[in-house]
Every structure is written in structure tokens, then in C-alpha cells.
């Protein structure tokens, strides 16, 4: 499984900026996709999550101000970011739960990460 994000950037804060996933490759379903984010020193921490019937979770700090959807037939996962404040500079992850067969075991894969850079 490959996956592939964009729409990383620098933005004013209050500001918005979406991302987007795509998921390829030989792979029997797909489970949860979502986001992580790291900044330097500190451990990457969940961002959103999506199931694949929609239920999200999202971290407290960015509840109400971030949204993730995803196209189940595209394989593709969205993060639509709003309100967006210094603190949320970081290299945001995609990632997604895959197996290869109905019972091979759910695996995690990454995307390669995308800066997200607020500043004024």
C-alpha cells in the first residue's frame, strides 16, 4: 500500500489549508485512514481518524477546528483545517489500517509527511 499526500503549505493563522491522501496499490480493504502530526522532539500524535463506515475521533486540540472525511471508492482521506494557530506547525502523516487478504492481519501504513507551516 502507497500512500500518497498533498496540500501541505504556510499559512497565516486563523487561516485554512486541506490535505489530502490517496491510498494505491494491491491491498483486500482498508480500515481506518487518518492523520498523525510530528514536530522536532516530540512524538507523533494522532490528529483525526476515520473508520471506514465515517465515525471520527479527532484530538482535543483540534476539535471543532479540524475535519476529516474520506471516499471510500477513491481510497482517499481529507483533512480540512481551520482556525489554524502556530502550534499546529508540524509534518502531518497519513496513514491507514490495510490488510492484503480477508485474513491476513490489519497492517498500518504511512504516507511520506507534508509540512504544515503557520506563521505570520
Known amino acids: 500500500v502507497q500512500l500518497q499526500a498533498s496540500g501541505g503549505g504556510l499559512v497565516q493563522p486563523g487561516g485554512s489549508l486541506g490535505l489530502s491522501c490517496s491510498a494505491s496499490g494491491s491491498f483486500f480493504g482498508i480500515n481506518t485512514m487518518g492523520w498523525y502530526r510530528q514536530t522536532p522532539g516530540k512524538e507523533r500524535e494522532l490528529v483525526a481518524g476515520s473508520s471506514s463506515s465515517g465515525t471520527a475521533n479527532y484530538a482535543a486540540s483540534v476539535k471543532g477546528r479540524f475535519t476529516i472525511s474520506r471516499d471510500n471508492a477513491k481510497n482517499m482521506v481529507y483533512l480540512q483545517m481551520s482556525g489554524l494557530k502556530p502550534e499546529d506547525t508540524a509534518v502531518y502523516y497519513c496513514?491507514?489500517?490495510?490488510?492484503?487478504?480477508?485474513?491476513?492481519?490489519?497492517?498500518?501504513?504511512w504516507g511520506r509527511g507534508t509540512q504544515v507551516t503557520v506563521s505570520s
Open positions: 496513514y491507514c489500517n490495510a490488510r492484503s487478504s480477508r485474513t491476513a492481519p490489519w497492517r498500518t501504513y
